[in-house]
């Protein structure tokens, strides 16, 4: 009796209807990557406030569908509700623009490489150091990046 029963269970629990998860990317941009780190190749960019379909979670990696294409995002990247404006983001911004300020802050030249190239440009700095890191990353693949971490040197505790 108690068998039929793990059968019936069973076969309604595989037969039941997979519920997709959606978030929402709560920053600026996201860079979907083809794997699970920024050596990967890009699959697509999604701006804040852009609906992703979970496809998998693989740690603090998530596996994700946008547009056709999947790829990963780091959990980090993304809420389980769409993010409205950032008021105190938006007000500084209009307060630094209104009074000829530059539109790039030291903390937005923080996100990443291509805005920390817009600060430099901006601050009349010379950009050749940034233009090297971003040249000698593009030369880390995806499968150097793997047997790397796999060695043990990098990455979550094992």
Same mark, same amino acid.
């Given at each position: 009796? %108690?068998?039929?029963?793990?059968?019936?269970?069973?076969?309604?629990?595989?037969?039941?209807? !997979?519920?997709?998860?959606?978030?929402? #990317?709560?920053? %600026?941009? !996201? #860079?979907?990557?083809?794997?699970?780190?920024?050596?990967? @190749?890009?699959?697509?960019?999604?701006?804040? &406030?852009?609906?992703?379909?979970?496809?998998?979670?693989?740690?603090?990696?998530?596996?994700?569908?946008?547009?056709?294409?999947? &790829?990963?995002?780091?959990?980090?990247?993304?809420?389980?509700?769409?993010?409205? &404006?950032?008021? *105190?983001?938006?007000?500084?911004?209009?307060?630094?623009?209104?009074? *000829?300020?530059?539109?790039?802050?030291? &903390?937005?030249?923080?996100?990443?490489?291509?805005?920390?190239? @817009?600060?430099?440009?901006?601050?009349?700095?010379?950009?050749?150091?940034?233009?090297?890191?971003?040249?000698?990353?593009?030369?880390?693949?995806?499968?150097?990046? @793997?047997?790397?971490?796999?060695?043990?040197?990098?990455?979550?505790?094992?």
């Amino acid at each position: 009796m %108690n068998s039929r029963i793990a059968v019936a269970l069973t076969i309604v629990a595989l037969s039941a209807p !997979v519920l997709a998860e959606d978030v929402f #990317v709560k920053q %600026n941009s !996201v #860079v979907i990557r083809a794997g699970k780190g920024s050596a990967y @190749e890009e699959v697509a960019t999604a701006k804040k &406030g852009d609906k992703l379909e979970i496809v998998a979670r693989e740690g603090s990696w998530l596996k994700v569908k946008s547009g056709g294409r999947e &790829g990963y995002v780091f959990q980090t990247a993304v809420a389980d509700t769409k993010p409205g &404006g950032d008021f *105190g983001a938006d007000l500084g911004k209009a307060f630094s623009n209104a009074s *000829g300020g530059n539109t790039a802050s030291s &903390g937005e030249a923080g996100k990443g490489l291509g805005e920390s190239l @817009e600060y430099a440009r901006s601050k009349g700095m010379s950009p050749a150091g940034l233009d090297r890191m971003i040249a000698l990353r593009k030369t880390v693949t995806g499968k150097d990046w @793997e047997a790397f971490t796999a060695e043990g040197k990098v990455g979550p505790a094992k």
